[in-house]
């Protein structure tokens, strides 16, 4: 079993930096990929970007070109880079692993908040 622990989130500027981190722990090696999505109040949850074990980026194209994901194998760990932020990157952001066996595992969320 997968756990997933995201951090980083809080209230920042039109304009700001954020970095969220998701530290992975457990069965590591049932991940295929990992990514973030996020909900806005009243919204659907949407993917924001992913990133699978080979390195291959996704990104929505709403933060392509702002927002940037990575991740360090060595600490299981995944980031994203959140630069020039709107007021409508407010929501929840979740992390996510897909395993192998196409089963979703989901972080307890993090709220990051874009004041105008």
């Known amino acids: 079993q997968v756990q997933l622990v995201e951090s980083g989130g809080g209230l920042v500027q039109t304009g700001g930096s954020l970095r969220l981190s998701c530290a992975a722990s457990?069965?590591?090696?049932?991940?295929?990929?990992m990514g973030w999505y996020r909900q806005a109040p009243g919204k659907q949850r949407e993917l924001v970007a992913d990133?699978?074990?080979?390195?291959?980026?996704n990104y929505a194209d709403s933060v392509k070109g702002r927002f940037t994901i990575s991740r360090d194998n060595a600490k299981n760990t995944v980031y994203l880079q959140m630069n020039s932020l709107k007021p409508e990157d407010t929501a929840v952001y979740y992390c996510?692993?897909?395993?192998?066996?196409?089963?979703?595992?989901w972080g307890q969320g993090t709220q990051v908040t874009v004041s105008s």
């Open positions: 990133i699978t074990n080979g390195g291959r980026t």
């Open positions: 457990g069965s590591i090696f049932s991940i295929a990929a």
């Open positions: 996510h692993a897909l395993s192998r066996l196409f089963s979703s595992i």
